[in-house]
């Protein structure tokens, strides 16, 4: 069971490795941050196509999830309490995951950066995916990287290529509230842990057909559009647009699930102010105090739940409306007829793993 100790050990995480793609040394490496009640497993049916892309996938598992050191009570409440506290503790976590990647490129040895003759293409690095709720973290560790001490800020520097936004809710980035893009009988906040994380996996993994005449011109369209334009009910009646929990066996679905996180980060997460994310998702993506040639990739999947449509809709109007001059290179990329729980382990690995390498055309490799 791999584990990475961090600086003082009284932390540790547990990811799995596709490994170094054999007989590279250029390769590129996927840092994958899973979201809320899925966990690691979620994503390893794809390591066995990561090397036809050259690609090598690293997903760990988050605090308070299988083998990675548990939250304490103390860092509970913090996540509860007034917020300065609750930022503090999001920015800790950031920070920690900072921790493992300078941990990580060290012990494995992975390449660094690297730029061809001509300065037009590049190799080496990592790109750090945050999924659904993992963004919390991972835009949190952008956001407060200048804080980071400065032999992690360098050792990071020489890898730290891309942050990818992967169909993230709304709280995560600090959105006003989504609750009517939400079914009303999912009450993650105080109903049933068991239930409710069934419901939410079913939710979150379901096909939805939303308009596509909105989806072709969502950067453009009102708040009225957006409303007409995205469904709440998901495709029933389509074999290969089921849920994708649906299609996992039971052991799969154990293997990759944790719906007792739902009564704790999960809730605390949700529970933040959501100017702690909004101002994270504005420093880490508006301004470049550090790694100014890191760049953001914000990927969506037009079959998500409408609160992810909804965010994509947001994000443009942040982008139109608040973006400075000299922020971060941001690309936008909408993938088609699908959702965002593509890699789970009935559904399409080998897509998904081409899905990460194919932003190789607009900037990611």
């Known amino acids: 069971m791999p584990i990475s100790p961090l600086d003082d050990n009284s932390i540790q995480f547990y990811y799995d490795d596709s490994g170094a793609p054999a007989g590279l040394d250029n390769y590129a490496t996927f840092v994958l941050v899973h979201g809320g009640i899925f966990h690691s497993p979620i994503f390893t049916p794809m390591f066995e196509h990561a ?62 950066i690297a730029f061809s003759p001509s300065g037009d293409s590049i190799s080496g690095g990592i790109a750090l995916l945050g999924w659904s709720m993992g963004n919390c973290t991972t835009i949190s560790m952008l956001a407060n990287a200048d804080n980071l001490p400065e032999d992690i800020q360098r050792r990071l520097g020489r890898y730290m290529r891309t942050l990818v936004i992967y169909d ?126 890191l760049k953001v990739e914000y990927l969506w999947f037009d079959m998500s739940p409408g609160e992810v449509v909804y965010l994509v809709w947001y994000i443009h109007k942040l982008l139109n409306e608040a973006r400075p001059v000299e922020s971060r290179e941001i690309n936008e990329e909408r993938f088609y007829e699908l959702n965002s729980t593509l890699a789970a382990p009935l559904g399409a690995p080998r897509s998904h793993c081409q899905t990460l390498r194919e932003p190789d055309e607009i900037a990611l490799f």
């Not at 548990?70 to 996540?79: I, N, Q």
């Not at 066996?249 to 605390?268: I, K, M």
Request: net charge negative; glycine share 6%; hydrophobic share 40%.
């Open 51 to 112: 090397a036809k892309y050259d690609l090598r996938l690293v997903a760990l598992n988050l605090r308070d999830y299988p083998y990675t050191t548990p939250l304490s009570t103390a860092e509970l409440d913090a996540l509860k309490g007034e917020k300065e506290a609750q930022r503090a503790q999001v920015r800790a976590f950031g920070s920690e995951i900072a921790s493992f990647l300078a941990w990580y490129v060290q012990h494995e040895h992975i390449p660094p």
């Open 168 to 293: 993230p809710p709304c709280f995560a980035l600090g959105m006003p509230d989504a609750g009517r893009f939400i079914p009303k009988a999912l009450d993650l906040q105080t109903g049933p842990e068991y239930d409710m994380g069934q419901m939410f996996s079913l939710w979150v993994s379901s096909y939805y057909a939303h308009s596509p005449t909105f989806l072709s011109s969502i950067e453009d369209a009102n708040e009225a559009q957006l409303d007409a334009g995205v469904v709440e009910k998901p495709i029933q009646d389509i074999p290969d647009q089921t849920p994708t929990v649906s299609r996992m066996t039971e052991a799969q679905l154990a293997g990759c699930v944790d719906y007792s996180v739902l009564g704790r980060s999960f809730r605390a997460l949700i529970g933040v102010d959501r100017t702690v994310y909004d101002n994270n998702t504005r420093h880490g993506l508006f301004s470049k105090p550090i790694w100014p040639c």
